[in-house]
């Protein structure tokens, strides 16, 4: 299988505060994971690229010191959105590609983000 | 600048019909093109994904072809059934590596029972 989790899968924090969201493969040991960005009926957007041991690669537009991104690991990835705002309320999305399989990215379930 | 387009945004239709979701795309040079199911408030669920080199895919009720000339997709849903209901995505894939996804807004389906 090719299963990819993300914890939490809802979060509500203040305006000013951080959060981290994991995004896991379970198994299988992924070589890239992604983090897209969803807002209610758009388009799921790239936000950024990430290799295990590398800094991530952003895309244009979006703030890397605001969306800080860490890949620890072949099955972990972390997205940590700091100094919150309304504006950055969203579905946050990873996804995983297999080490030696490429061609196909495996999706997590999301992670609804709201901040007040 | 790639783009892909997905007509229509929404459709409703009884349960039973048979009905094709359209997508269509900028630029002809992509690699493969993939479609998604995406339930509310959920991930990505993979339907089909077409290689460059194919002209079509099928896996159970669902047919998905691919015209990279015509820059078009379209996913063909048969004998449709409520539990259909759900937003499906088209993407576009633009490198053999699979890193660069371009994804169309969706279309979201309803099938009445």
């Known amino acids: 299988g090719a299963v990819v989790s993300q914890h939490p899968s809802r979060v509500i924090c203040k305006s000013g505060t951080s959060v981290k969201i994991e995004c896991r493969s379970l198994d299988f040991q992924a070589t890239t994971m992604f983090w897209y960005r969803q807002f209610p009926k758009q388009s799921l957007m790239l936000m950024a690229t990430?290799?295990?041991?590398?800094?991530?690669?952003?895309e244009q537009g979006v703030e890397k010191d605001k969306f800080l991104i860490n890949h620890a690991s072949l099955t972990l990835s972390t997205l940590t959105v700091t100094s919150a705002h309304p504006e950055d309320s969203s579905f946050y999305i990873c996804?995983?590609?297999?080490?030696?399989?490429?061609?196909?990215?495996?999706f997590g379930p999301g992670t609804r983000l709201t901040v007040l | 600048k790639q783009e892909v387009t997905q007509i229509p945004a929404a459709l409703s239709v009884p349960e039973g019909e048979n009905l094709v979701l359209n997508c269509s795309f900028t630029d002809s040079a992509i690699y493969n093109l993939q479609w998604f199911r995406q339930d509310p408030g959920k991930g990505l669920t993979s339907l089909l994904l077409?290689?460059?080199?194919?002209r079509e895919q099928t896996s159970g009720r669902l047919n998905a072809s691919l015209d990279k000339s015509s820059g078009r997709s379209t996913l063909y849903i048969a004998a449709s059934q409520p539990g259909d209901s759900a937003t499906y995505l088209c993407?576009?894939?633009?490198?053999?590596?699979?890193?660069?996804?371009?994804f169309g807004k969706g279309t979201t389906l309803s099938v009445s029972s």
């Open positions: 077409i290689q460059s080199s194919q």
């Open positions: 993407a576009v894939i633009l490198n053999q590596a699979g890193t660069a996804l371009i």
């Open positions: 990430s290799n295990e041991g590398s800094k991530a690669t952003y």
């Open positions: 996804s995983a590609s297999k080490v030696g399989l490429t061609n196909e990215q495996f």
